[in-house]
Structures are given as C-alpha cells and as structure tokens.
C-alpha cells in the first residue's frame, strides 16, 4: 500500500485491477492490527489515506484506536502522517456518526508534529514568492502570516488543518506551491505535461504525497496552484515570471479528477481540530 500511494497510482483509477487489490490488503491489516507497531500504524494510516481510500471508515478507526493507545511511543514523523490521514478521514467520511476514533488532545498533538515536521522555504519559493508579490499586490508584500488585505500574500501560511502553503492569499483561499525536484518522481512521463518537450522532459510525474496534499486542500475549499520547478527554471526575466503566474492566478491550475482525486466542487467543511 505505501508503494501505491507513495508512486500515485490512484485506487479508482483502474476499479477492476487496483482497488479490489488494496481491498484485500485494507483486510488484512484489520485483522493484524494488534501486530502493528508506532512506524506500522503511522504508514498504513498515510499510505491508503494517500490511495485515496474511500470504501470504508473502518481500516482508519482501528488503526486511529490503536495510535491514540500507542502516543507515547509515535516519533513526530509518525504523528505528522497520521495527521495527514485524519484529515482524510473527515474529508472523505464526512457522515460518519460515531465519536471520533482520535480523542481531541490526540489529533491537536497530531497536528502540532505536523506542522513541526515542515521543511524550511526553498531558494525556488523564494524567488515565486517574490514574483507573486509583485503580480499581486505590486510589490507591496507582507510579513509571514500577516496578510494586509484580502488579495495579500502570505508567505508560509497554515492553514486552520494544519497544512502548510508555500505562499496564500488567505482571504481568497487560493494557495500557490512551489515544486522543487523531490515533488515528482524522475524517470516518468506524462503525456499532457510533456507536449512542448517530447521526451526530453522527465520530471513530470507529480508524487503521491503532493497528489494527496493538493486533493486535501482542494476538498477543504482551496484553489490550489502547482509551480514545478522544470517550469520555472525556463523563465529567465521577471517580466517572463511574472507572466507566467498572472496566468496562473487567473485560471488556477483545477486538474481533472484523474490527475489529482478530486474536482473542485468536491469540498468537505472539516471542524476545527479535525
């Protein structure tokens, strides 16, 4: 299961081949939970969170149950992705009417290790941050998480769930994220990103983590943007870079539901502390 999310390949894509096969595995992973350690508990949870598991709550309450007994022995990495599949969890069962499997303290720990466990901006963000500002509010930039205006960007904002965006305008709920190398996975083409450039291109792939984060934003009611860097480094003037994203900002980037997992009227309001 973590192969299949961690290299994209969707569970609904391919129902008759893929899903019955993550089916039997969610099974299996039920019925052995007990022999599931803190790092076993936190990659199952992220991994068929990630496939966009949607057949049943029931893999996800065992294993929550399960974490929530085992907190003292998770590691952050282990919190931040059951962070991430709880955040799954209300998105794709927003109707389930038992009491949460994860006690609020819990998934606020859970949250906090994720937020932790973020990396720090990249040089390529930077320099689309820069251009951002200036294509939005004509150079006039804010401070991190102190947006003056409705349109304003914000540098690294986190969202309510604990997702954090490269740049927002908050207000707007637009996000715009820049890929660096290890959001794709090299060596694979796609066909509708590699036209310009033939076969010369590899890094078109996007991985099943980025897939996962964009679909989680875009159910929780964010236009999401995706800059990938094989893009960006093609642009040699601001004037380029600043054209480039206007583009961006003014027909998003919504892919199809078989690029991502979910269209954009596909939008799920979480409670807070979710």
Same mark, same amino acid.
């Given at each position: 299961a973590w192969a299949f999310a961690t290299a994209g390949v969707p569970v609904v894509r391919d129902a008759s081949v893929v899903e019955p096969f993550v089916a039997a595995m969610a099974d299996a992973c039920r019925r052995r939970i007990r022999e599931f350690n803190a790092q076993d508990l936190g990659h199952t949870a992220w991994a068929f969170a990630c496939a966009d598991w949607r057949r049943d709550p029931d893999l996800f309450v065992a294993v929550f149950r399960h974490a929530a007994a085992a907190d003292t022995t998770l590691t952050d990495v282990d919190r931040s992705q059951l962070h991430l599949a709880a955040?799954?969890?209300a998105t794709a069962f927003p109707d389930h009417d038992r009491p949460h499997p994860l006690p609020a303290g819990v998934r606020a720990a859970f949250r906090a290790a994720h937020v932790r466990n973020e990396p720090? !901006? &990249?040089?390529l963000q930077r320099d689309v941050a820069a251009a951002l500002n200036r294509v939005v509010v004509g150079g006039r930039g804010t401070r991190p998480g102190r !947006? &003056?205006? #409705? #349109? =304003?960007?914000?540098?690294?904002h986190v969202t309510a769930e604990g997702l954090a965006l490269d740049m927002a305008q908050p207000e707007l709920r637009? =996000?715009?994220? =820049?890929?660096?190398?290890?959001?794709?996975? =090299?060596?694979?083409?796609?066909d509708h990103l590699s036209r310009d450039g033939g076969r010369q291109t590899t890094w078109v792939t996007e991985t099943g983590a980025t897939r996962f984060k964009s679909r989680?934003?875009?159910r929780l009611g964010w236009d999401v943007a995706r800059v990938p860097f094989f893009e960006w480094t093609r642009l040699a003037t601001p004037a380029e870079k600043d054209a480039y994203l206007a583009a961006k900002?003014?027909?998003g980037e919504r892919r199809a539901a078989d690029s991502c997992?979910?269209?954009p009227s596909e939008v799920v309001v979480v409670p807070r502390g979710v």
């Open positions: 955040l799954h969890f720090q !901006p &990249s040089r !947006p &003056s205006s #409705s #349109s =304003a960007v914000v540098f690294e637009r =996000a715009v994220e =820049a890929d660096g190398p290890s959001h794709f996975l =090299a060596g694979l083409e796609d989680l934003l875009r900002l003014r027909g997992g979910a269209s």
